[in-house]
């Protein structure tokens, strides 16, 4: 058959393929007995692409983070009123390696000098605050309109905005892919994605797919589908996080209940940077259900 790689173990040759002819073939770099493990459980009905949860897109693209991102401190120094500010995951995913992103965690990110506001005032210069104007005015004379992405827009200052996310999955990863729920309903730049969860699995994602997805198959085919570069630095683009393996919505549901009471413990370890405990602690739910023993 075409699209079909053979993986010779100590007693029988394995056969695998990608479920989809454009897919890629970096599974079949795997060990055998990883492989045998899994395969089935990313082509069965246990796991599936995170398309199914929802859609991943870009953030907003500012053309200068540096001029649009401002945190409290700057946005008060500049005389801005409270509405040419909108709130926002500042530059960059640091911040989001927990299972949520609340209001009193961009307040406190603020607090510590974060960017967390996005500079958007309105399209009508007579409008706006003495501040605003001036602060438009240093804009343009450090050359900011001319940056691509503003002067291909009017007026040069209002960026272009997204929807507030459900969750936010990070893009540039240093160890794995994160998603995070977007508890405290903030804009995101382009420097991570953000994931709209369908009808009707939002209410169920938002409570445990970061949660969920903390585990060994989805850490591994984070590796497969998305690009490594070097410095160990792992991307995923857009269509890539379509085909990250997460762990199915009736699977999530089953295991609801001992998800939600291993949460305090992942968290726990997720602020000591423990990554493979926090993983370990999800595998012991998830995969155990699956009959695979961890």
Known sequence: QPHISEVRGP?????????????????????????????????????TGLQTWGETTLGSVTGRNAYFALSPAQAHELGLREDETLALSPPGSRHLRGLSLTTAA?????????????????????????????????????????????????PWWQVPLVAPADLLLTYMNADTPRLTTNLAGVRHLNSVHGVYLREPLRRLARELLPLASLNSVTLLGAELVGRAYGGGMLKLEPREADQLPVPAPQVVQA????????????????????????????????????????
Not at 23 to 42: D, M
Not at 126 to 145: C, N, Q
Request: aromatic fraction near 6%; charge should be positive.
């Open 106 to 154: 961009c307040r406190e990110l603020g607090e510590t000098g974060s960017r967390t506001l996005l500079f958007r005032p309105g399209p009508d210069p007579a409008v706006m605050s003495a501040g605003a104007r001036r602060y438009l005015a240093a804009g343009e004379a450090d050359a900011v309109p001319l940056a691509y992405k503003c002067r291909v827009r009017s």
């Open 255 to 294: 295991c609801r209940a001992a998800l939600i009471a291993r949460r305090p413990a992942v968290r726990d370890a997720l602020r000591r940077g423990d990554l493979l405990g926090a993983v370990r602690l999800v595998d012991e739910v998830l995969l155990r259900a699956q009959g695979v023993g961890v």
């Open 11 to 47: 007693a029988a040759a394995h056969r695998w393929w990608p479920t989809d002819t454009s897919g890629k073939w970096t599974a079949a770099l795997l060990p055998p007995a990883a492989l045998q493990v899994y395969g089935p459980l990313v082509s069965g009905a246990e796991f």
